[in-house]
């Protein structure tokens, strides 16, 4: 497939068969004869045979087409990474919205200890709720405190 080709016309307006492109092009003759479906490559019917022609609107330097797809993906994974940081912020804001929508946590005990007296003292401050009314509890709740609890 690496071999020069002598006695032929350069790259450009060249008419060839398909296995020909397929080596020209560095690509297998199945390979050109999608990219002839798809009409990404020129090409020509005579007498029951297929030809191809090069140099017509069509990459022919195989060089080029590595370095179009490097760029591609290289822009694609730029896109991919900024999505997904986009992504993490949106994660990040509502798991601290849930935090905070969240009931607190009991505190650790703090090192200075109440006294009975302090204790016995704020509970009677405190005015005692009324129980809740039955299967109403679990109603009053938003459907994620339930699950997640």
Request: charged fraction near 30%.
């Amino acid at each position: 497939m690496g071999e020069e080709r002598t006695g032929q016309p350069g790259p450009t307006n060249q008419r060839v068969t398909v296995p020909e492109a397929a080596e020209i092009l560095g690509i297998t003759a199945e390979a050109v004869r999608m990219r002839i479906k798809r009409g990404t490559l020129h090409s020509e019917r005579q007498a029951g045979r297929v030809f191809v022609l090069l140099g017509q609107g069509q990459p022919t330097d195989r060089p080029s087409e590595p370095k179009a797809l490097i760029s591609e993906m290289r822009s694609r994974i730029q896109f991919l990474e900024d999505e997904l940081q986009r992504k993490d912020a949106i994660l990040l804001n509502m798991t601290e919205a849930m935090k905070a929508l969240s009931p607190p946590t009991q505190e650790a005990p703090s090192d200075e200890r109440e006294s009975p007296q302090a204790a016995d003292e704020e509970q009677q401050r405190v005015a005692p709720r009324p129980a809740p009314a039955g299967p109403q509890e679990s109603t009053q709740k938003p459907w994620w405190r339930r699950i997640l609890r």
